[in-house]
């Protein structure tokens, strides 16, 4: 079903309210939620909140985060999170980032023990907007073996990027350094099919179709992404002093207990480098001239890197976001939660 921005908004933030956040808090967690569900991201909106409503009631966010922003030399930055909601963290983090990087050209300021922050657009977004490049890494729970084992070691540790061109158009790249996120293979066990054999492994660390044997995920690229989630770690955790690869806190092990998860923003300024107004320019000429790239046979078009979820977007806010009834029904109903989540095995069937 079909739902306005509006509408989902006030649901998610109802529920997030019901279970303990602040309204203030509750509304900046939809905020990123919402976004992810307007851009097709589903696997990041919505679908969340019922996770989200059992670890607060029960303890595993901090409500009442004591917030503190260390500004550790004049282009860094710690922003203590005191595991509050990673998506408040996260923002608030952000805005930090860009003010010092208006002042001193760049800005790179790490987001120390927070919960998990949704999809990593939002925040990137946030720089872009202020006609700033955004990039943002961070932490997640482990599922991924490292390149040639059999046991997981890293989590799904995404990356994202973001800068604005002209007319406020903002290009948007966001990813997952695993080659699938976990929710596609649960998609594929609720609908029984079989998944593709280069997703993820089983017991033995063998490449498997059969989405109930999953025991592991696999790096995009094999060495490539593994390189990639490896710095990802270090840089979001090892850098922070956090918890770093398997010691980092799994997303259902304890829902009563902080996760102390790190995030990296890194923001710069584009006027200590060059033109703004010029880089603005090449920015949307680089989306024009791939748009322009003669495509493939089978494909209508080549679309810049997150195209497809601007295009998602619009339609969004044209004609109302996607939901799964389900999930529609659960944010309507009075139920905070069903006790779903609590130390289950990330990959219990
Ligand atoms: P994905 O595989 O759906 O997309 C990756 C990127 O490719 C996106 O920027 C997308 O716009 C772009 N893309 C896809 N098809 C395209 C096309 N035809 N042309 C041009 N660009 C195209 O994303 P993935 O890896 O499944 O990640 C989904 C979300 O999960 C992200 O928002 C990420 O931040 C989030 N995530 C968050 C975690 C956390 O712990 N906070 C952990 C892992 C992922």
Not at 229 to 256: A, Q, W
Request: hydrophobic content about 35%; some cysteine; aromatic content about 8%.
């Amino acid at each position: 079903m079909k739902v306005t921005r509006q509408k989902l908004h006030q649901l998610i933030q109802n529920k997030l309210n019901k279970a303990g956040l602040s309204e203030q808090h509750a509304s900046m967690v939809a905020d990123v939620l919402v976004h992810a569900d307007a851009r097709g991201i589903h696997s990041h909106g919505a679908v969340r909140v019922e996770y989200y409503a059992e670890r607060i009631s029960k303890g595993g966010t901090n409500t009442s985060p004591n917030f503190h922003f260390e500004q550790t030399g004049p282009c860094s930055g710690v922003f203590h999170g005191d595991n509050a909601a990673g998506h408040v963290a996260a923002k608030l983090a952000m805005d930090e980032a860009i003010t010092l990087a208006q002042t001193n050209g760049i800005a790179i300021v790490g987001v120390k023990k927070i919960g998990h922050s949704g999809a990593l657009s939002y925040f990137v977004q946030q720089a872009a907007k202020q006609g700033m490049v955004g990039i943002s890494l961070c932490q997640s729970d482990p599922m991924a073996v490292p390149f040639g084992g059999t046991g997981v070691y890293y989590g799904t540790n995404p990356i994202a990027f973001a800068a604005q061109g002209e007319d406020d158009k903002v290009m948007t790249f966001d990813m997952a350094t695993t080659v699938q996120a976990w929710g596609k293979i649960l998609d594929a066990r609720s609908r029984n099919d079989v998944i593709p054999d280069n997703w993820a492994v089983n017991e033995q660390g063998e490449p498997t179709t059969d989405p109930f044997e999953v025991k592991a995920l696999v790096p995009l690229s094999g060495p490539k992404g593994y390189g990639l989630m490896m710095m990802v770690d270090v840089l979001s955790g090892i850098l922070l002093g956090l918890p770093f690869g398997s010691r980092v806190s799994s997303m259902y092990n304890d829902l009563t207990e902080g996760r102390n998860l790190g995030q990296l923003h890194i923001v710069i300024n584009p006027s200590y480098f060059t033109d703004p107004q010029t880089f603005k320019q090449n920015i949307s000429q680089t989306m024009k001239d791939l748009n322009a790239v003669k495509p493939a046979p089978g494909v209508k078009q080549v679309l810049y890197p997150g195209q497809n979820c601007d295009i998602n977007e619009d339609e969004s806010n044209l004609n109302g976001i996607e939901i799964v009834d389900e999930i529609y029904q659960y944010l309507l109903s009075d139920t905070l939660y069903n006790h779903s989540y609590d130390h289950k095995d990330p990959f219990a069937h």
